[in-house]
Structures are given as structure tokens and as C-alpha cells.
Antibody, heavy 119, light 110 residues
Framework: QVQLVQSGAEVKKPGASVKISCKTSGYTFTNYYMHWMRQAPGQGLEWMGI???????SYPQNFQGRVTMTRDTSTSTVYMELSSLRSEDTAIYYC?????????????WGQGTLVTVSS | QSALNQPPSVSGSPGQSVTISCTGT?????????VSWYQQPPGTAPKVMIY???NRPSGVPDRFSGSKSGNTASLTISGLQAEDEADYYC??????????FGTGTKVTVL
């Protein structure tokens, strides 16, 4: 069965970086796009970007220059690194799979990773 | 890109129907049939309930249905059940090739 298992909670200081992993199983990793979203406490969901099946990426303007999405095909794992952290980046971060190219929705989600930014 | 506008809350008694609206613009909801809906019970990850405006993934009860008119999409839950109590978010692909989510709606079963 399809599984997306994310790394554990992180506590970071302002200005630092965080790198979250999302280990996948149960499907052919290189055939699917992966997205990242985040959800601040008590708030809604925010799309952070996509890593395509070929490894290319696309980020929205508000995260350009601060977010980097990468992957390791040998371990079927995707990573999301966010730099220059500030308190407003405190949130639960989710990876989510797009079920096929051009599906435009997310069928499987990771369990979420809480990132707390505090001095 | 602003978040899509949803009512903060809706409620209904068991067996009743509730409808959640999701209002965007001609650059997102109005331009594409790429609207999806997600259910998120407290403390859990979102789960897709509807994709491409009105399609249900396998395993989602047919009590859940979606539609769209102009710049507004809607999710209707018919025959409301206690297990439907959760937050619901719409999501749309946009003309700038990004995704935008709705503000979220809390569904309460009275």
C-alpha cells in the first residue's frame, strides 16, 4: 500500500534552516509528482511547491529563494528545505502525492511534521 | 494569489444536507475544472473527497458531491453523519501554475 512517512518534529531558531524528509513506499517513486504544503497553527493550508517525476521543481513566488525540494531515488525519499526561518514559519509541513501527471490534486499525504521556530 | 473564500462554519443535524461554497476568481476556480476538496478531522492529515470539481475517489461515500458555477465551487454533504464533522478545504489550480487553497470551513454535526 502507498505510504508517505515524514521525519519527526523540529525546533529551530530564527534564521536557521530546516530539512524535512518524506520517505515513500508502495509505488514507483519516479513516476509521480510530489507536493509540499504547510499549515500554521489554527490556520488553513498553503501550497509550497512541487517536485516533478524527473526531479525538476517549481515554487510559488512567496517561497522563491527560501525553499528547496530535492529527492533521492535510491531511497524513494523527497526532501524539503526551508531557510531563513522566522516565527511565521511555525507550522505543520506535509508532503502529498499527485496521483498521476496532470491530475491537479493530492491523493496520499504524509502524517505531517511540526516545525517550531522560536528563539 | 489570495486564498479562496469559504464560510468559516456550517452546521446541520444528522441526515440533513449542508453545502460549503468556495469562491475564487476567473484566474483560478473560474478558469479550470481543477477544483478539489479535502476533509481534515482534528489532528490528522487532509484526505481528498472530490477532484476535478465533481469526481469522487474510490472509497468516498456518494453522500459527498461537488459542483461549480462561474467562480464558485461547492461541496454538498447529503445525509450528514457524525463522522463528517471536520474541517473542509477547497483547492484550485491557477493561471499562474500554482495551487491555492480555501480559507477552510468547520462542519459541525448538531
Amino acid at each position: 500500500q502507498v505510504q508517505l512517512v515524514q521525519s519527526g518534529a523540529e525546533v529551530k531558531k530564527p534564521g536557521a534552516s530546516v530539512k524535512i524528509s518524506c520517505k515513500t513506499s508502495g509505488y514507483t517513486f519516479t513516476n509521480y509528482y510530489m507536493h509540499w504544503m504547510r499549515q500554521a497553527p489554527g490556520q488553513g493550508l498553503e501550497w509550497m511547491g512541487i517536485i516533478y517525476s524527473g526531479g525538476g521543481t517549481s515554487y510559488p513566488q512567496n517561497f522563491q529563494g527560501r525553499v528547496t525540494m530535492t529527492r533521492d531515488t535510491s531511497t524513494s525519499t523527497v526532501y524539503m528545505e526551508l531557510s531563513s526561518l522566522r516565527s511565521e514559519d511555525t507550522a505543520i509541513y506535509y508532503c502529498a502525492r499527485e496521483p498521476h501527471s496532470g491530475a491537479y490534486y493530492f491523493d496520499y499525504w504524509g502524517q505531517g511534521t511540526l516545525v517550531t521556530v522560536s528563539s | 494569489q489570495s486564498a479562496l473564500n469559504q464560510p468559516p462554519s456550517v452546521s446541520g443535524s444528522p441526515g440533513q444536507s449542508v453545502t460549503i461554497s468556495c469562491t475564487g476568481t476567473s484566474s483560478d476556480v473560474g478558469s479550470y475544472n481543477r477544483v478539489s476538496w479535502y476533509q481534515q478531522p482534528p489532528g490528522t492529515a487532509p484526505k481528498v473527497m472530490i477532484y476535478d470539481v465533481s469526481n469522487r475517489p474510490s472509497g468516498v461515500p456518494d453522500r459527498f458531491s461537488g459542483s461549480k458555477s462561474g467562480n464558485t465551487a461547492s461541496l454538498t454533504i447529503s445525509g450528514l453523519q457524525a463522522e463528517d464533522e471536520a474541517d473542509y478545504y477547497c483547492c484550485s489550480y491557477t493561471s499562474t501554475s500554482i495551487y491555492v487553497f480555501g480559507t477552510g470551513t468547520k462542519v459541525t454535526v448538531l
